[in-house]
T-cell receptor
Framework: GQNIDQPTEMTATEGAIVQINCTYQ??????LFWYQQHAGEAPTFLSY????GLEEKGRFSSFLSRSKGYSYLLLKELQMKDSASYLC???????????FGKGTTLSVSS | KAGVTQTPRYLIKTRGQQVTLSCSPI?????VSWYQQTPGQGLQFLFE???????NKGNFPGRFSGRQFSNSRSEMNVSTLELGDSALYLC??????????????FGEGSRLTVL
C-alpha cells in the first residue's frame, strides 16, 4: 500500500515554532509534497522534496529522509493566519497522482 | 491568469441520480486530476487525465468516471449516487510538461450533497 500518516491535530501559539511530521512506506513514492488548506478553501502548494535534506522557503521548511520514509514541515514565527490543515502527499512513481495523508489541523492561538 | 474553474460549486442530488461535474484547467495545463475530499478520509485520488487519456485511476467503483476534451477541459460523472458520495470534489491541473512535477493547482471544488 501507499499509506501516509500524519497527526490529526496540533496546537501552538503565535511566534512559536511547530513541526508537523509525516511518515510513509519507503517504496512507491517519487517525491514528497506539502500543501496548506484553509477551511473552505482549495489546497495550495507549499513545498516539494525529491532528494533527502532540508528545503527552506521563508518561514516554512520541509525535510525528507527517503530511507526512513519520513518528512516534516517546519513552521517558524507562527502567525494566526497559519491556522489551517497541512497535507502531506507522495507522488506516485508514474508521476500521475498525488496520494495525500488525511491532514494535520493546526490551530494557532494568541 | 485565470485559475482552475469548477462548476457547479454546490449541488444537491438524491440517491440513485447521476451527476456531472466540470473543470476548466489553467490555460496551457494539459494534466487534470480529480480528488474526493471528505472529513473522514481526507483527499482521495480519483483519476488523472493528460491529452484526453486517463493515465491513472484511484480505488473508486466504476460508478465514478471521467473524460478530458481536446481543449483540456475535463468532466467527471458519478452514476447511481449513494449517500456516501456526499463530498467536496476537487479538480487540479498541473504544468504542461509530459512528466508533471506534482505541483497541483486546485479549483475551489464542487460540493455535492446526496440526500
Amino acid at each position: 500500500g501507499q499509506n501516509i500518516d500524519q497527526p490529526t491535530e496540533m496546537t501552538a501559539t503565535e511566534g512559536a515554532i511547530v513541526q508537523i511530521n509525516c511518515t510513509y512506506q519507503t517504496s512507491g513514492f517519487n517525491g514528497l509534497f506539502w500543501y496548506q488548506q484553509h477551511a473552505g478553501e482549495a489546497p495550495t502548494f507549499l513545498s516539494y522534496n525529491v532528494l533527502d535534506g532540508l528545503e527552506e522557503k521563508g518561514r516554512f521548511s520541509s525535510f525528507l529522509s527517503r530511507s526512513k520514509g519520513y518528512s516534516y514541515l517546519l513552521l517558524k514565527e507562527l502567525q494566526m493566519k497559519d491556522s489551517a490543515s497541512y497535507l502531506c502527499a507522495g507522488l506516485n512513481q508514474a508521476g500521475t497522482a498525488l496520494i495525500f495523508g488525511k491532514g494535520t489541523t493546526l490551530s494557532v492561538s494568541s | 491568469k485565470a485559475g482552475v474553474t469548477q462548476t457547479p460549486r454546490y449541488l444537491i442530488k438524491t440517491r440513485g441520480q447521476q451527476v456531472t461535474l466540470s473543470c476548466s484547467p489553467i490555460s496551457g495545463h494539459r494534466s487534470v486530476s480529480w480528488y474526493q475530499q471528505t472529513p473522514g478520509q481526507g483527499l482521495q485520488f480519483l483519476f488523472e487525465y493528460f491529452s484526453e487519456t486517463q493515465r491513472n485511476k484511484g480505488n473508486f467503483p466504476g460508478r465514478f468516471s471521467g473524460r478530458q476534451f481536446s481543449n483540456s477541459r475535463s468532466e467527471m460523472n458519478v452514476s447511481t449516487l449513494e449517500l456516501g458520495d456526499s463530498a467536496l470534489y476537487l479538480c487540479a491541473s498541473s504544468w504542461p510538461q509530459d512528466e508533471p512535477t506534482g505541483e497541483l493547482f486546485f479549483g475551489e471544488g464542487s460540493r455535492l450533497t446526496v440526500l
